[in-house]
């Protein structure tokens, strides 16, 4: 069925669900291990799916912060819900103001290719560390040091984890079955054949809102450890691939042209700001999550509209139900999901050629993992870049 410029139908619901292998865990992963609202984070997700689809009337993916969520993951004691708070408001506000005042264009000049690689790179490494720790806890589930279970003489949590990988790798390219969605409902079965389903609490509606209000200190640690590493990402991948591959999917037109550089600035700006409000999810557009929506199907905002629909049901009717299912999921799964994730990020660095170019990613990919500050990482990055160019250093 056609409404105008949008299409609801099969495929185009299909190519909705395309980029869920990256929102579904680090989403998870934030209401479990930070102690965020599912519903002011799925709330905030849907909303911002669906004005994107009214507004851009393009599949515009909705995903995490890649960088302020692997950090707040790997992270849960230090990055708290008002140390995430404070970030989307921070986040937003900077996006708004250099949307508005072209300062985007400028800076983008800065994020080179091997720059935007290195914290990937970092970022991956991190992300692989701290799956793997998780997959060795001897604890089945999160903040639960009472549930350790042993299988054939070893740690059930190691089990599901090395199970859980293979099913994991088997399944990486399947589009009938995604594979983290495979892999937290096959969690979930663990959770409840452990005897863990007398918990959960089977009550519809939403779950509690916070309005936070971020001391200093939360907004310090936020921009420290947060924004700073997250900028340069964010220019590079969610607005300057994103409005190119717009236009390299669905051609040079009036709707491709409304997905500028500038547009899609404010757009998180706004989304951010609300979300930083409800304590909910910092999010972001992506090259790689509009490709994945469109190879799979989606072709117009109608995936949007759908998607986004599907994330309020969630929100605020199963919102309750979904956070004692969360809580059933063991710390294996969570681990795989960062090991893959941090894997996924870490093998963008393949198309880096130049010697040069690898030897600054990997600079800073080092200095990121060794410090776990990625925006230090960053800036001796940019140093290092300017040195090497200014006095044509061969490396």
Not at 65 to 77: E, R, T
Not at 198 to 213: R, Y
Request: glycine fraction near 12%; include cysteine; aromatic fraction near 8%.
């Amino acid at each position: 069925m056609q409404i105008g410029p949008y299409i609801f139908d099969r495929k185009e619901f299909a190519g909705s669900l395309g980029d869920l292998g990256t929102l579904i865990p680090l989403s998870i992963a934030l209401i479990v291990l930070n102690g965020l609202s599912v519903t002011s984070v799925f709330l905030m997700v849907g909303l911002f799916y669906i004005v994107c689809g009214l507004y851009f009337k393009l599949p515009l993916p909705v995903q995490p912060l890649k960088v302020v969520s692997a950090i707040a993951i790997a992270f849960p004691h230090e990055i708290t819900p008002q140390v995430i708070a404070a970030s989307g408001l921070i986040f937003g506000a900077l996006l708004i103001i250099m949307s508005l005042t072209g300062l985007i264009d400028w800076l983008a000049k800065l994020f080179t290719k091997p720059v935007v690689r290195g914290i990937q790179l970092g970022l991956g490494f991190i992300l692989i560390t701290r799956g793997i720790a998780y997959i060795r806890l001897p604890a089945l589930f999160v903040q639960q040091p009472d549930s350790t279970f042993n299988l054939i003489g070893l740690p059930l949590n190691l089990v599901v984890g090395i199970i859980g990988a293979v099913i994991t790798l088997i399944l990486l390219n399947s589009r009938r079955f995604p594979a983290s969605l495979v892999l937290v409902a096959g969690g979930i079965i663990v959770g409840v054949a452990s005897g863990s389903l007398s918990q959960i609490s089977f009550i519809l509606g939403p779950t509690a809102v916070e309005f936070i209000i971020p001391t200093a200190g939360n907004f310090y640690t936020a921009l420290v450890l947060l924004i700073i590493p997250q900028i340069p990402l964010t220019i590079g991948n969610a607005i300057i691939s994103t409005s190119d591959i717009c236009r390299s999917l669905f051609g040079d037109n009036s709707l491709t042209h409304r997905a500028s550089y500038r547009a899609l600035g404010i757009s998180m700006g706004l989304a951010n700001l609300l979300t930083g409000l409800l304590t909910g999810m910092p999010m972001c557009h992506g090259a790689g999550g509009l490709a994945a929506h469109h190879r799979f199907g989606a072709r117009t905002g109608g995936s949007n509209l759908m998607i986004g629909a599907v994330f309020l049901v969630i929100a605020l009717v199963f919102g309750t139900i979904g956070i004692s299912l969360l809580m059933l999921i063991p710390n294996a799964v969570l681990g795989i999901l960062l090991l893959f994730a941090g894997l996924e990020l870490s093998i963008l660095i393949r198309d880096l050629n130049e010697r040069g170019d690898l030897f600054l990613a990997v600079l800073i990919a080092g200095l990121g993992f060794a410090t776990t500050n990625l925006g230090l990482a960053f800036l001796i990055g940019i140093i290092v870049n300017f040195l090497i160019r200014r006095f044509k250093i061969s490396l």
